[in-house]
T-cell receptor, first 108, second 114 residues
Framework: DAKTTQPTSMDCAEGRAANLPCNHSTISGNEYVYWYRQIHSQGPQYIIHGLKNNETNEMASLIITEDRKSSTLILPHATLRDTAVYYCIVSNFNKFYFGSGTKLNVKP | KAGVTQTPRYLIKTRGQQVTLSCSPI?????VSWYQQTPGQGLQFLFEYFSETQRNKGNFPGRFSGRQFSNSRSEMNVSTLELGDSALYLC?????????????FGPGTRLTVL
């Protein structure tokens, strides 16, 4: 039921920006794009979400294309502690369908 | 503010038994969702409760059930356990009732069925 497509894994050098893409071509007009991450088997951690406009918070930036069919999560200065599985989710209610996510490996 | 808490953190059961897991949401949060995470299927939505009513439901058999109390605490129950029910069960709470909302996840309950 996941409505998103993400690369299985990505590498990023420590201190560099990590850009994680997500395709959600069937997104509906009232659905939001959420990003979460999960480190080991801890509970997923909320990162950011948006509807149409780009968003930024203390953790990351979210860039949503004008047609809303894809988005990119940007971690501006990746650290080793950012190594995790990152999930992109589209939802307009409390019914999240997680895909397989992207395993981000931050390397020294 | 305390986060989402789940009890117990670890549980071992045998096939055929039943189990009840508990979730206490963040204070003031009225929506509680449950998820199952397994290596093969990933994170799957079970159901969501709001104001003591099940509002959303995923594609799980009737052996999986839940409820929510007036203080927003929630329990989920799995009856007639099967080996495939071994998983990490995650609970998440949220404040906003519709549209845009952040779900805050607990640490999960690791269930092992022998």
């Amino acid at each position: 039921d996941a409505k998103t497509t993400q690369p299985t894994s990505m590498d990023c050098a420590e201190g560099r920006a990590a850009n994680l893409p997500c395709n959600h071509s069937t997104i509906s007009g009232n659905e939001y794009v959420y990003w979460y991450r999960q480190i080991h088997s801890q509970g997923p951690q909320y990162i950011i979400h948006g509807l149409k406009n780009n968003e930024t918070n203390e953790m990351a930036s979210l860039i949503i294309t004008e047609d809303r069919k894809s988005s990119t999560l940007i971690l501006p200065h990746a650290t080793l502690r950012d190594t995790a599985v990152y999930y992109c989710i589209v939802s307009n209610f409390n019914k999240f369908y997680f895909g397989s996510g992207t395993k981000l490996n931050v390397k020294p | 503010k305390a986060g989402v808490t789940q009890t117990p953190r670890y549980l071992i059961k045998t096939r055929g038994q039943q189990v009840t897991l508990s979730c206490s949401p963040i204070s003031g949060h009225r929506s509680v969702s449950w998820y199952q995470q397994t290596p093969g299927q990933g994170l799957q939505f079970l159901f969501e409760y709001f104001s003591e009513t099940q509002r959303n439901k995923g594609n799980f058999p009737g052996r999986f059930s839940g409820r929510q109390f007036s203080n927003s605490r929630s329990e989920m129950n799995v009856s007639t356990l099967e080996l495939g029910d071994s998983a990490l069960y995650l609970c998440a709470s949220s404040l906003v009732v519709s549209g845009s909302n952040e779900q805050f996840f607990g640490p999960g309950t690791r269930l092992t069925v022998l």
